[in-house]
């Protein structure tokens, strides 16, 4: 009888084999022995787009609860993590063995609750000693780990704009920079709302585009005090308008440019009355 044990040393070794065969294989893509040209062709800045692309059809995979779809995704994923190593590695800059080290030491000393002595009673704990260690580790002093202005940079150069949006709502709203309550929050939405009608007519366009950035961040504040997900929400309203606009295409019976605005909306609320009866 085979033990749990055993078990779990044959799927390591089941996991260890099928990431050896991804490895071989990216490296074999990149051999200028026979490789591929395209894959040759790639640098760690040509394939940003496809980490940026890979990461976005993971999310997308994981909403639509499809468990092949989420695996093959995270394997797409995968590839772009091996394939940047690869590049990486072979400039002399790093491995993937360093890569995958350097991450397993940050979890087992960011965690000192599960793999060390510390104690803590709730999620609020784990995020101080989170912060904390980040701190120590980045060489910061305590006056350094309290300044927020560097964090939400961090935030702003490296996460989507709507996203980066909600977290600098989050970090200014913990650090005290906040409404007393949701009404003034409303508030603040009406007088951006004012200010970026009045730029459409007398600024210009550079001033139009800084007045509807500060309507659309009053808009993320708004969601913040709701518990809404700004990026979540669009993304929603996204597939639901592609959903209706595909039903209207199957309603017309020629190309919807053909149709009058009035043709359009009657078409418009078909699609919509079709797909609430599915929900």
């Known amino acids: 009888m085979v033990s749990s044990r055993e078990t779990t040393q044959q799927t390591y070794q089941a996991i260890l084999g099928?990431?050896?065969?991804?490895?071989?294989?990216?490296?074999?893509?990149?051999?200028?022995?026979?490789?591929?040209p395209w894959d040759l062709a790639q640098t760690p800045e040509?394939?940003?787009?496809?980490?940026?692309?890979?990461?976005?059809?993971?999310?997308?995979?994981?909403?639509?609860?499809?468990?092949?779809?989420?695996?093959?995704?995270?394997?797409?994923?995968?590839?772009?993590?091996?394939?940047?190593?690869?590049?990486?590695s072979e400039y002399g800059h790093f491995s993937l063995q360093e890569v995958a080290r350097g991450i397993t030491d940050k979890l087992v000393r960011?965690?000192?609750?599960?793999?060390?002595?510390?104690?803590?009673?709730?999620?609020?704990?784990?995020?101080?000693?989170?912060?904390?260690?980040?701190?120590?580790?980045?060489?910061?002093?305590?006056?350094?780990?309290q300044l927020l202005s560097p964090k939400l940079r961090r935030y702003a150069r490296s996460l989507p704009p709507l996203m980066a949006g909600m977290k600098i709502s989050q970090k200014a709203a913990t650090a005290g920079f906040e409404w007393e309550n949701?009404?003034?929050?409303?508030?603040?939405?009406?007088e951006e709302l004012a200010e970026f009608k009045e730029s459409l007519e007398n600024e210009d366009r550079e001033h139009r585009q800084a007045e509807l950035g500060d309507l659309l961040f009053t808009?993320?504040?708004?969601?913040?005090?709701?518990?809404?997900?700004?990026?979540?929400?669009?993304?929603?309203?996204?597939?639901?308008?592609?959903?209706?606009l595909s039903l209207m295409e199957t309603f017309a019976e020629r190309p919807l440019t053909e149709y009058t605005i009035d043709e359009l909306e009657f078409l418009w609320q078909k699609a919509k009355a079709e797909l609430a009866k599915g929900q």
């Open 219 to 244: 808009l993320i504040n708004i969601a913040r005090w709701y518990g809404l997900d700004p990026s979540a929400a669009l993304a929603g309203t996204n597939q639901r308008f592609i959903q209706r």
């Open 110 to 145: 960011r965690h000192p609750h599960v793999f060390g002595d510390l104690k803590v009673n709730d999620v609020d704990e784990v995020h101080q000693n989170w912060e904390k260690i980040k701190a120590v580790e980045k060489g910061e002093t305590t006056e350094q780990a």
């Open 46 to 88: 040509t394939l940003i787009p496809y980490v940026i692309e890979e990461a976005y059809e993971v999310v997308d995979a994981i909403r639509t609860g499809d468990r092949f779809s989420i695996a093959e995704e995270l394997g797409d994923l995968l590839l772009q993590v091996v394939l940047q190593a690869q590049i990486a």
């Open 182 to 190: 949701a009404e003034g929050v409303w508030q603040k939405f009406s």
């Open 18 to 36: 099928a990431l050896h065969n991804l490895i071989e294989v990216v490296a074999q893509l990149r051999s200028p022995d026979g490789g591929c």
